[in-house]
C-alpha cells in the first residue's frame, strides 16, 4: 500500500478513533481493529466483519478478536496476521494494554485507564444499559393474564401474570413503547356453569356472608357444578348410555347450554345474575393483582368483543373468506394452509373462543396504533394463535401474519398438573401468604431481622417472599414446563431472588457505612482481576437487555443478574472495601459496589422484583 494512502488512511481512522473514545471500551476496539486492517493490508472491512467477543476464562485477556477474517487479506499464517494485528492495536488504541495469539484467536487486554472510564460512564448513568422511548419508538402491545369469572386465579396465571409484566418492563427497556392489557373471558359456557350451581345451590350466597374473596366464591360453584355434572354422567352411563352421549345429554350441562343462549339474546335474568357475580369476581382479583404487583392499561371484557367477532365473520362470510354450513354454523376453511377447518360461529348463532378474540383484535385496532402484538398464553393454545394469525390477516388487520404468540410451559406440582374444575389448583392468594409467611419465618430463624421493627420486618418478608416467588418462576426458560417447589425458591443461597436481594441490601449495608459520596474525579490506580472482571460484567447489562428483548425471554435478565450477583460476592469476599487502606483503590471499590446494586436494582425491576435496603 502506498505510503501516502496508508498516511491517509491512518489520519482517517484516527479521527473516527476520537470520536468513538466515549462510546465504549468495544467501540474503540472494533474501530481501531478496522484502522489496523485497512493500514496494515490496505482493506475495508464492516463491523459485522470484526468479531469481537469476551475472552474465554482460561486464556488471558478480557476481550478477544477472531482473526479468521483477515487471514487471507493479510496473506500470512493466523498467529502472524493476530500478531500484527496486536501490535497495532498496543501502538495505536489507549484502550489494549497487551496481547496473546491462540491460533486465530487474539486475545486483548484492556488497559486500567480504560476500565475506569467505563466505570465512570456506568455511575453517570442512573439506567445505564437501558434505552428511553420516545414518541417514534414501536407501539408493542402485550396481552395477560386473560383470566375465566368462574374462578380465582390460581399458580398458572401468576407465571402468566408474571411473564407479561416482565416483558413489558423488558421491552420498555429497549425502548418501545408498551400498552399493557388484559381480555377478561367473562362470558361463555364455564361462567354459566358457575351461575346455575350459584342459581341451584347458593341459597343466596354473597362474599359479604361467606367471608370469601368473590372470586374464591365462585370458584367453589364452578367446582360444585362438576361434581353434580360428574354424578348425573354417572347415572346414564349405568343406565345403558355411553359416556360421550351421557357428556351432552346431562341434564345440568344441557341447563348450562341453555342458560348460554338466553345470555346471548340478552335475557334480563340472566344478564343481572351474571353482572352480580362478575362484580364479585373482579373485586377479587383486583385484591389478587395488587399483591402480585401488576397492572394493566387496558382492560377488556369477551362481553364487549364477541358481538364484533361475529359481525367481522359475517363480513368474512360476504367476502368469500368463510363458508357458512347447512347447519348455520360458519367455518373457515384452512386446508391450503396445512391445516384443517375452523369452526367460527356454532349452529345456535352462539360464538366460539376465536370469534371473540378477532372481535378483541378489532377493537384493540381502533383503540390503538399498534406496530406489535404480543400474546402471553400458555403452550395449550399454541394451534389457536396459528390459526388467529391466518385469520387476522385474511380479514386485513396488518400485524395479524406477524402477531406474536409468546408460548410458554405449564407450572406442575409433584403430584402432577393442576385441574380447576377438580379444585386441586394452587391457589394465587395463598400461595402469596405461603411466600410471605415462609420468608418471614426464615428470616426470624436466622435472627438477622432482631434490630428491625415489627413493621420493617413484615414489609421485608413480602418484599423478599413474592422477590422469591417471582424469580424462581422467571428464572425458567418461559418456553418450557416447571415444577415448582416453593422451599427451594425461599433459599437464601443459590440461584434465587433472597440471595440477590440480599446481595443488595450488603451493599446498601457498606454504602452507608462509607458515609460518603465518592467519586472517580482525579483516581489514577491499578485494578484487580476481579475488578476489572466486575466493570466488564456490568457494562454486559445493556447487552443482555437488548438480547431479552430480542427472545422474549425475562430468564436472560434473571440470569444475568444472579452472574452479577455471583461475581461481586466473589470479590467483596477476596478484598475488603471499607478498610482498604489505599484511598483511590477504596474509592473505586465503593463505586464499583455503588453500581453493582444500582444495576442488580433496575435488572430486578425488569422482573418486576423489589431490592430491600436492608433485610
Known sequence: MPLLNRNFAACKYSIYINKVKSMGIEKRIMAAAKAAIENLYGQTVDDQQVQLQKTRSEFEGNLTLVVFPFVKMARK????????????????????????????????????????????????????????????????????????????????????????????????????????????????????????????????????????KGDHLIGDYYVLFDKHYREEIAQLVAGGMSE??????????????????????????????????????????????????????????????YLKGKAKVEEGLAKGLFERHDDGSVWADLTADGLDQKLLIRSDGTSVYMTQDIGTAEMRYEDYPIDKMIYVVGNEQNYHFQVLSILLDRLGFRWGKELTHFSYGMVELPNGKMKSREGTVVDADDLLQLMVSDARRVADESGKNTDLSEDEKQQIATVVGLGALKYFILKVDARKNMLFNPEESIDFNGNTGPFIQYTHARICSILRKAEQDVSLASVHTTLTPKETELIQKMSEYGAAVRQAGKDYSPSGIANYCYELTKVFNQFYHDYSILNEADAGKRAVRLVIARNVGKILKNGMSLLGIEVPERM
Open 77 to 212: 499464517s493466523p498467529e502472524q496476521t493476530g500478531t500484527e494485528i496486536g501490535d497495532y492495536l498496543v501502538a495505536n488504541c489507549d484502550a489494549v494494554c497487551a496481547y496473546n495469539v491462540v491460533k486465530g484467536f487474539l486475545n486483548l487486554s484492556v488497559a486500567d485507564a480504560a476500565w475506569l472510564g467505563l466505570l465512570n460512564d456506568i455511575d453517570g448513568e442512573e439506567h445505564y444499559g437501558e434505552k428511553q422511548a420516545t414518541e417514534a419508538s414501536p407501539l408493542v402491545m402485550i396481552e395477560y393474564s386473560s383470566p375465566n369469572t368462574n374462578k380465582p386465579l390460581h399458580l398458572g396465571h401468576v407465571r402468566n401474570n408474571l411473564l407479561g409484566w416482565s416483558l413489558a418492563r423488558i421491552m420498555q427497556a429497549n425502548g418501545c413503547r408498551v400498552v399493557k392489557t388484559n381480555i377478561v373471558n367473562d362470558r361463555g359456557i364455564h361462567i354459566c356453569k358457575s351461575m346455575l350451581a350459584w342459581q341451584k345451590w347458593g341459597n343466596g350466597e354473597t362474599p359479604e356472608s361467606s367471608g370469601k
Open 244 to 305: 360421550d352421549e351421557a357428556k351432552q345429554k346431562a341434564p345440568l350441562i344441557c341447563e348450562a347450554h341453555d342458560m348460554l343462549v338466553r345470555w346471548e339474546q340478552g335475557d334480563a335474568e340472566v344478564r343481572s345474575l351474571w353482572e352480580k357475580m362478575n362484580s364479585w369476581v373482579y373485586a377479587g382479583f383486583d385484591e389478587t393483582y395488587k399483591k402480585l404487583g401488576v397492572s394493566f392499561d387496558k382492560i377488556y371484557y369477551e362481553s364487549q368483543t
